[in-house]
């Protein structure tokens, strides 16, 4: 009932950039956050940068200065531009949303399928 699409990520040499897109759609009602999570291999998921809505950014410390997160409230879409790319930012990107399906529901949480970046000369 609920999908987010993901596009972007690949492959960049350290010190490149990349852009992640993701949109929601299908029945939602009011999205209260979005965000990105990573996950490498060996590791667990860690949130990356989520901003909830009417609300301020929160990054990790790993990603600060580096990593910007946008939303387009409108079209239910939120980005991640990550700039000066590391090795160690190498990861499966997840796109999140929590959200409600109507007006006196509880907040669901829905995932995107992942995109690989992988930063690597």
């Known amino acids: 009932q609920v999908q987010l699409v993901e596009s972007g990520g690949g492959l960049v040499q350290p010190g490149g950039s990349l852009r992640l897109s993701c949109a929601a759609s299908?029945?939602?009602?009011?999205?209260?956050?979005m965000g990105w999570y990573r996950q490498a291999p060996g590791k667990q998921r860690e949130s990356v940068a989520v901003i909830p809505t009417g609300g301020s950014a929160n990054y990790a410390d790993s990603v600060k200065g580096r990593f910007t997160i946008s939303r387009d409230y409108a079209k239910n879409m939120v980005y991640l531009q990550m700039n000066s790319l590391k090795p160690e930012d190498t990861a499966v990107y997840y796109c999140?949303?929590?959200?409600?399906?109507?007006?006196?529901?509880?907040?669901?949480?829905?995932w995107g399928q992942g995109n690989q970046v992988t930063v690597s000369s």
């Open positions: 999140n949303a929590q959200l409600t399906r109507d007006g006196l529901g509880p907040v669901f949480s829905y």
């Open positions: 299908g029945r939602i009602f009011s999205i209260k956050a």
